[in-house]
């Protein structure tokens, strides 16, 4: 079974600032989809960027953009220019390529909470 | 608006009772899945379906049961048997491996 894994609970980023959440997984599949999602306190998970592991070349939305290392299994989350709507539990989530039994689900990291400083 | 409607908002569960968690989606989507959210665990697969009439266990599904007798609805029960039910439930569609879509949850809690 895949797992995620997000080794910072808590990140915290001053409003205007650069900041970088980590995320590994492990898999012995060679084509599989990634995901960041934010949650707000409202609790609604809002999609903030996906890759398709067969893609090289690493996503991009507006500021939010990742930095996918497929040999090292790394999936990391760049957001520039913080603001303070960013401020949100961030979740890295893994999907396998494959449509049969647990492989159809969405694997979780366990979140980074990220505080943004005004 | 097509998506995913999840209710009550908040859920209180005396010991020994069950309770049932609505979702129900209008995006036409065959997959659906029920997910356990507590504080850092990120979420958790409890149940999921994807087709009318049959659904699979996921990692927690002890304590919990469920139906899909309907494409659009897929209620969650929260049993006696749970022992921690206290926890958010999310409830998400799938319209290929690439798209999915979630409700705003449910907050159950024990008291």
């Known amino acids: 079974a895949q797992t995620v894994t997000q080794s910072q609970p808590e990140m915290s980023v001053q409003e205007a600032e650069t900041v970088t959440l980590s995320c590994t997984y492990d898999t012995s599949e060679s084509d599989y989809y990634l995901f960041w999602y934010k949650q707000p306190p409202s609790r609604q998970m809002i999609l903030v960027i996906r890759?398709?592991?067969?893609?090289?070349q690493n996503a991009t939305e507006n500021r939010f953009s990742v930095n996918f290392q497929k040999a090292a299994k790394s999936f990391s989350l760049k957001i520039s220019d913080s603001q303070l709507g960013d401020a949100a539990m961030y979740f890295c989530?893994?999907?396998?390529?494959?449509?049969?039994?647990?492989?159809?689900?969405?694997?979780f990291g366990s979140g980074t909470q990220l505080t943004v400083l005004p | 608006d097509g998506g995913i409607t999840q209710s009550p908002k908040y859920l209180f569960r005396k010991e020994g009772q069950n309770v049932t968690l609505s979702c129900e989606q209008n995006?036409?989507?065959?997959?659906m899945y029920w997910y356990r959210q507590d504080p850092g665990q990120g979420l958790r697969l409890i149940y999921y379906?994807?087709?009318?009439?049959?659904?699979q266990k996921g990692d927690i599904a002890e304590g919990y049961s469920v139906s899909r007798e309907k494409k659009e609805s897929f209620p969650l029960t929260v049993t006696s048997a749970q022992k921690n039910p206290t926890a958010f439930y999310l409830c998400a569609t799938s319209r290929t491996r690439f798209d999915w879509y979630f409700g705003q949850g449910t907050r159950l809690t024990v008291v």
């Open positions: 989530a893994y999907r396998s390529p494959y449509s049969s039994g647990s492989a159809r689900q969405l694997t």
């Open positions: 890759q398709e592991a067969y893609k090289q």
């Open positions: 379906s994807q087709i009318v009439n049959d659904f």
């Open positions: 995006l036409n989507h065959d997959a």
